[in-house]
């Protein structure tokens, strides 16, 4: 797949919570290739002082050109990010990295914080409706439910102080998940604590299961070998930018 660098006019730069935000960027080279798990590196205009950043796509609309991104404003550079508006020029470059494998049964998709959003274009884009588990601290962080439940057979939710669906970690309801769900494989993305935890019950289980890792990236290629780490399976060194970020969960967690 051919990798390219696009300057892509912003259509779109939604507040959802006071710390995240949407943002539509019309690229239509790049949306047209893109497939879920994969993630782009982007840059804002000319003037604006940081390197670029790689964000998941958490969704495409390849007819009319756009991706859509979903994130979380931690820093100088996503801070920047949030006060662009439509007309501003952002520059893309993508797709990158290795995505999901799209399953053929039906898949349970586990994601926690911003982990969640490449699992809405991976939820749209399986054959057959899968169900969905998602977890947060609290209501105001499982907003993503309108995003998946389009796509979803059912979202479970859970929430750290009980807020919405169940008290808890999206770990607590897995198993519950499973022994009344019938699931031919798993595939996640969030915090390593909780991949490790999805990716212990999926083998208990004698489901594959795939892990999108999160990792921060000079290059996003491949050349700086700032996102390496040693295959359990391979026992080589991977790097989430050229090898993932979606691996095999043995691989990742032994």
Not at 18 to 37: F, L, N
Not at 53 to 61: E, K
Request: hydrophobic letters at 40%; glycine letters at 12%.
């Amino acid at each position: 797949m051919e990798r390219l660098l696009q300057d892509g006019q912003v259509l779109a730069n939604e507040t959802i919570t006071p710390v995240v935000k949407r943002m539509v960027i019309h690229v239509p080279d790049i949306a047209r290739q893109v497939t879920p798990g994969q993630f782009v590196m982007v840059r804002p205009p000319e003037g604006k002082n940081f390197l670029r950043r790689p964000f998941s796509v958490s969704d495409t609309d390849s007819a009319a050109g756009d991706i859509i991104l979903i994130y979380r404003i931690i820093g100088r550079g996503t801070a920047e990010m949030a006060d662009m508006r439509p007309g501003d020029i952002m520059s893309v470059e993508g797709p990158l990295g290795h995505g999901f494998a799209i399953p053929e049964g039906r898949a349970l998709l586990v994601g926690g914080g911003v982990g969640i959003a490449p699992l809405i274009y991976l939820a749209r884009s399986c054959p057959v409706k899968p169900f969905v588990l998602i977890g947060g601290k609290n209501e105001s962080e499982v907003f993503w439910t309108r995003f998946l439940e389009p796509y979803a057979e059912k979202v479970f939710v859970t929430t750290d102080d009980g807020s919405v669906g169940k008290k808890g970690f999206t770990i607590d309801l897995m198993p519950e998940v499973l022994a009344t769900e019938k699931v031919t494989a798993v595939s996640t993305c969030g915090p390593g604590i909780m991949m490790r935890g999805v990716a212990q019950l999926a083998r208990e289980h004698g489901i594959p299961c795939e892990v999108s890792m999160e990792s921060r990236m000079g290059c996003g290629i491949g050349v700086c070998l700032g996102c390496t780490f040693e295959g359990q399976v391979s026992h080589h060194r991977r790097k989430v930018c050229a090898d993932g970020p979606v691996f095999p969960a043995e691989e990742v967690f032994g």
